[in-house]
Every structure is written in C-alpha cells, then in structure tokens.
C-alpha cells in the first residue's frame, strides 16, 4: 500500500483534509482521532502526524508521499523533495528587530527563530555568519523585549504584530511558503502514487476555472468566443431556435464574472456559471 502523510493539525489540516475528499479519498470525520486511516479501495494508508514530523518521516523512507509546509521541509533538512505545490496554508518569512536595526547588523547579532533551519541556510548562502541563533518554539516577538536576541525570523502576514511590539521588518522575505506534496528525494514513481498525484491536479486546476454556459444569436457568435475561448476550444451547438447557438467554455475563476457581464451586453440569454468539482486534460 502506498502510505501517505497528513497534517494532524494547524492550519494545513483542514484544507488538506478538503483536498483529500474532493479527490475522492476518505478523511477523518470531525473532531476524529484516527491516527491511521486505510483505504483498501484504493491501495493507499493515511498516516495523521504532526506537521513539523512529516518531513522527517518521508525523508527516512517510512512514509512514500506527505503532505506539509514548505517551510518546514526546508527546516527539516530532510532527505525529502517537493513534487508539487497546494496554493494553501501560504507564508512569508522576514526578519524584524527594533527601529534603527539594519540587514548590516545581522552577522553581530542572536536571531532568535523557530526556524533555524531555514534562518541558517538563508544566512549561509549570503556568506552572513551571525553571532548565535536562538530556537524558539513560538511567541518569538517577545525575544527582544526579554534580551534574548536582537534579531528575530518569523512568519509576517500583515505586520500588525509586530508594529504592537515596536519591531519593524528588515529588508526582503527570508522565503514563502505554502502547503506542498513531498516525497524521498530520488524515489521511484508508483502507479497508485501517480494516481493519487493526477487526482490532486485535477481539483486544483478545477479550483481555477468555472463553467460558463449561454445562449447567444448567431450574429453575436464571434464576438461571445472571443471572451469565452476555453482551454482548447468552446463547445457550441446551434439552438432549435434559428439564429441562436448554445455555447459551453472554461472560464477562470476570478473573472467569470467579468465576463459574463460582457457575455450579457452583447446580447447573451440565460448565463450559468458552475463550479468544477474535478478536471483532467
């Protein structure tokens, strides 16, 4: 069976439980406590770990796929590769310290992180070398006020945090980060893990698109292909009604609407958008 692992909690584990069911897996149910779940149909265990665990766990060879943060895979340093990213649970990483601080303070400085990993890399692949790095495992903002550390790396969504601690961010993301798929790096490829990776894509190239239908007069053809042209081409078939064609496209999600606003002012009958639940090219 091909085992795979998922986040047992945080704020990946709902959207990949999500993910999961609209592949057609089975998940836990709500509040479940399952730490394994086998789907015999279809060849696969589902193993529920700790987020920070995973990649540890499939860099060993333990485990053949999982799902976590980007981020903590790179702090891991596991033997464990990214195969494909999930567009959820995203992050940036910046450094903050106290107004005045400079990038150029860093190599004199404790950073305090609960990232090391990534921190060091980051550091090492600039040639910065900084007096220590402090692992903390949250609540790092709290480092400098408590003289642990001058410096602090940390996930920054709007700055508001650290604006209440009178921190301020220090130059460009350290990285960013969202959910992905890993595997062991240089494993070999499976059918079920091919199966279970095609399934993913699916839902998420569905997420990005909606399908839009209409009714438009024969004289407005062009013009309607024009703002709907699909992915490779619409479907259109003439109405019963002379002088009207049915037309049915591959819309982008975040301009349906837009579009079908378009669709209507030249002259477009009854416009449905529907949700996709699955796509495969």
Do not use: C
């Not at 301020?168 to 059918?191: F, H, K, N, Q």
């Not at 004289?219 to 002088?243: C, F, M, N, Q, Y």
């Amino acid at each position: 069976m091909l085992r795979i692992a998922v986040p047992n909690k945080g704020s990946m584990a709902g959207p990949a439980a999500t993910l999961l069911h609209e592949a057609g897996y089975p998940t836990r149910g709500d509040g479940g406590r399952e730490l394994v779940l086998t789907d015999p149909t279809n060849g696969i265990e589902f193993f529920y770990l700790r987020p920070r665990d995973i990649a540890v766990y499939v860099g060993s060879g333990q485990l053949d796929i999982g799902i976590t943060g980007r981020d903590l895979l790179i702090d891991s340093a596991a033997a464990a590769a990214e195969i494909m990213p999930l567009g959820f649970a995203r992050s940036t990483f910046h450094f903050a310290a106290a107004p005045g601080t400079t990038l150029d303070d860093l190599p004199d400085a404790a950073i305090a992180t609960s990232y090391p990993g990534i921190v060091a890399k980051h550091l090492a692949e600039r040639g910065i070398h900084p007096r220590q790095i402090v692992r903390l495992d949250g609540a790092v903002e709290t480092a400098l006020r408590l003289g642990v550390a001058e410096v602090i790396a940390d996930v920054v969504e709007t700055g508001a945090t650290l604006a209440a601690q009178g921190l301020t961010i220090l130059g460009d993301p350290i990285m960013t980060s969202e959910a992905v798929v890993i595997r062991p790096s240089g494993a070999a490829t499976s059918t079920v893990a091919d199966r279970f990776l095609s399934r993913l894509r699916s839902v998420l190239v569905a997420r990005d698109y909606v399908m839009v239908d209409y009714d438009i007069p024969t004289k407005a053809l062009e013009a309607a292909v024009a703002l709907t042209p699909g992915l490779e081409s619409p479907t259109i078939s003439p109405l019963h009604r002379d002088g009207w064609h049915a037309v049915s496209a591959l819309v982008p999600t975040g301009e349906f609407q837009s579009v079908m606003d378009q669709l209507q002012a030249i002259g477009a009958r009854a416009v449905l958008a529907t949700t996709v639940r699955a796509f495969r090219r």
